[in-house]
């Protein structure tokens, strides 16, 4: 049932939407395969997922809402402080347990957040930028079913951080004693804040004239600038940009996008379908392979 991890993903878009239009990937070598799964996602999201999240939000309001994410981000910490020491950066892993620990006692079990009023940031990180801090490539863009976006470097992370590291998975696998799986409420309810979180983000994907080719580019670009800890050096960015590729015209890609845009509104207001469409997605940066010691 990680299919809801897609609606963290969601979330990151409004971020990344404000960046500066891109040459479109053309990495993706399993991109007809990762198309079929990402429809069935999709299928499944719109059916089971999603109206699990609505509901959800309905019984809540966002203080409630607010406090549980804050639970269930503080609990996961361990799963950055491993992972921290993993990539020989004990600074950060103490850091990150203080945060723990703070949020812990005085933030009542984790359901407040005293420790980001304290000057302790939140750091994000885990086994698959492990490996990209050693300098293991990314591998393929990749799709998986009821868990979505991936790479052939990141797919990683779900088995290692699930089985040493996360509490939460830990919690579950030890409890035998249920007859009916209660054990993984938690883990479950954790999976419906996170795609309930996502539904106000969800128009920017509705207005991507290629969703599959905006939410793979944000992937990829989000967990680039996680790799370099939200500041990736100016090659980089350029590299995503495609500005040190000869004959890129970001200028066009724009005005293409544009006209989709103003063709999708005519759309809108008319219901008959555009003429035309742009031939190549703008709508989202590429990320390049990412180095070793980042």
């Known amino acids: 049932m990680q299919t809801f991890r897609r609606a963290a993903l969601v979330a990151a878009v409004i971020a990344l939407a404000g960046c500066a ?40 309001n966002p203080p409630v809402r607010r406090s549980i994410s804050d639970f269930f981000t503080n609990i996961r910490m361990p799963i950055t402080v491993a992972n921290d020491l993993l990539q020989a950066r004990p600074k950060k892993a103490l850091s990150a347990s203080a945060r723990f620990l703070v949020n812990i006692t005085l933030g009542l079990g984790g359901f407040f957040d005293p420790a980001s009023r304290m000057g302790l940031p939140l750091d994000d990180t885990d086994f698959g930028i492990t490996l990209a801090r050693w300098g293991v490539p990314d591998g393929p863009y990749l799709v998986l079913p009821l868990i979505g976006p991936t790479t052939g470097r990141d797919v990683w992370h779900l088995p290692v951080d699930s089985y040493f590291f ?9 409890q035998g004693r249920f007859d009916h799986g209660q054990q993984y409420l938690p883990s479950m309810l954790y999976l419906v804040t996170l795609r309930a979180r996502a539904i106000d983000a969800e128009g920017f994907l509705e ?25 990736p050096p100016a090659s980089v ?6 500005l040190n590729e000869q004959g890129f015209d970001p200028d066009e890609l724009l005005k293409q996008q544009q006209s989709w845009e103003k063709k999708q509104k005519e759309k809108d207001a008319t219901g008959a379908a555009p003429t ?9 940066s590429s990320a390049p392979g990412t180095p070793s010691g980042a």
């Open 21 to 60: 239009i891109a040459k479109p990937r053309t990495d993706d070598p399993l991109e007809k395969y990762n198309r079929k799964v990402y429809a069935f996602n999709n299928a499944v999201d719109k059916v089971a997922i999603r109206p699990v999240a609505v509901g959800y939000r309905k019984i809540t």
């Open 166 to 174: 996360d509490p939460m998975s830990i919690y579950s696998r030890n």
């Open 207 to 231: 207005s991507a004239y290629d969703p599959y080719v905006f939410l793979r580019d944000a992937y990829l670009q989000q967990r680039t600038y996680k790799l370099y800890d939200g500041n």
């Open 237 to 242: 960015i350029d590299q995503m940009q495609g």
């Open 276 to 284: 035309t469409q742009p031939a190549a997605p703008a709508s989202s």
